[in-house]
């Protein structure tokens, strides 16, 4: 085992050289150690490489000790061997390493394993593909010592950068506009997966990363015995995605196929879909505590995953993306839904957003205004916004003003 885990520990330095890394818009502060989570494939690994060519150059890369724990060499590692990497690396080097640990959650027990690494003063990097790794219980054994960060698929800003198109201050002014525009639109519909930018038949990756997702993260793990019940699920959440929807509405969706499912299962299984990061909710602001965990509305937390499941539904894919984008920005959304209905409130920073996909239809214009005037008058908000796809104007109302932005535009303010 030591021998593999040099041959492994060598490896990566020597591929490491060869990496090239676009930047993203991701922060780190020197002096701590992180546990990167998020949805797989959304560039945890990736992100590691960008903080590693930051602190070592292709000389110094002797400190790098990076182990991927989803390499098939290591299937049959457990807790009791992980010592092992550390005689490892001091065999091969007489230097204190800075440890990378990718994908560790495929190891019971590792969270011990990593606060003793902490305790001896390395530097410690870890990602996982699971939400349990920011468990009530694994907290309490890293103690503190580890600061948590969720790594999202890119941003409009970063999808960008990887497609090498300018966006400087004024380009929304210029010919780059239009180049930025067809961008979004490639963007909405097929997310924003690092690697989707390397593959001419994005649909074909898209079902790949899915398949994994759904066989390895979710049925593996959680030793689902009925696959094809929540196979059903993902579709039925992703049809209903923008709309408020019940832990009843959707077993009696799932039950409108011919398949029976009992409340505790349907509940397991929505559990198993937020923990690996396919999925997401969010609760009625105005809602009681019992009805803030029966009654939802679901996100995915990439569209192109979204866009598997449902066809020509722009507005879905829209409302969405701008969910993510608010999540990426560190904000807890509510929606509304009493006297009005707003799409996303966030009380902590008194900023109500509509999703609108065009404004066009005087109808549909009233109605978003209006949704929103009175949300602005309840809580006392003078300006309000809805995200539009490529509408930009200014609404005064009697409550205040109202901004609708493209999405793009607004995405790129950051």
Known sequence: MKSLFKQIIIEKQEWLKT???????????????YVFTGLRRAGKSYFLYQIIKAMADDNALERVLMINFEDERLLEVTSADLHI?????????????????????????????????????????????????????????????????????????????????????????????FAIIRAYEQYLKF??????????????????????????????????????????????????????????????????????????????????????????????????????????????????LLGLFIHDQDTKLLENQVYIH??????????????????????DQNLLFQVCYSLEHSETFQREVSALRQAMKMFDIQTGYIVTFNELRTIQVEEGHIEAIPAWQWMLEG
């Open 191 to 304: 997310g924003g997966f690092p690697e989707l930018l390397k593959f001419e038949n994005k649909r074909d990756f898209l079902s790949s990363v899915y398949q994994k997702l759904f066989y390895g993260d979710l049925i593996a793990r959680y030793n689902v015995s009925n696959a094809h019940t929540i196979k059903l699920l993902v579709k039925k959440i992703a049809q209903s995605v923008n709309n408020e929807t019940s832990v009843n509405r959707i077993k009696n969706l799932i039950k409108s196929t011919g398949v029976s499912i009992g409340n505790n299962t349907l509940f397991d299984y929505l559990t198993y879909l937020e923990s690996s990061f396919l999925i997401a909710s969010i609760s009625n602001f105005h809602s009681k505590f019992a009805e803030k965990q029966t009654n939802k509305k679901y996100y995915f937390l990439d569209t192109g």
């Open 85 to 177: 990497i550390m005689e490892a690396y001091h065999e091969l080097y007489d230097l204190q390493p800075i440890v990378f640990l990718d994908e560790i959650q495929n190891i019971p027990n590792w969270q011990k394993f990593a606060r003793r690494l902490s305790d001896e003063g390395h530097r410690v990097y870890i990602t996982g593909s699971n939400a349990e790794m920011l468990s009530s219980e694994i907290a309490s054994t890293l103690g503190g010592r580890f600061v948590d960060k969720e790594v999202l698929p890119l941003s409009f800003r970063e999808y960008l950068r990887f497609e090498h198109i300018e966006f400087g201050k004024n380009a929304i002014h210029g010919k780059t506009r």
């Open 326 to 347: 608010l999540r990426r920005k560190g904000l807890q959304p509510f929606f509304l839904k009493r006297k009005t209905e707003v799409d996303f409130y966030v009380p």
């Open 19 to 33: 990496v090239h890394v676009n930047q993203r818009d991701l922060h780190v502060e020197n002096e701590a150690n």
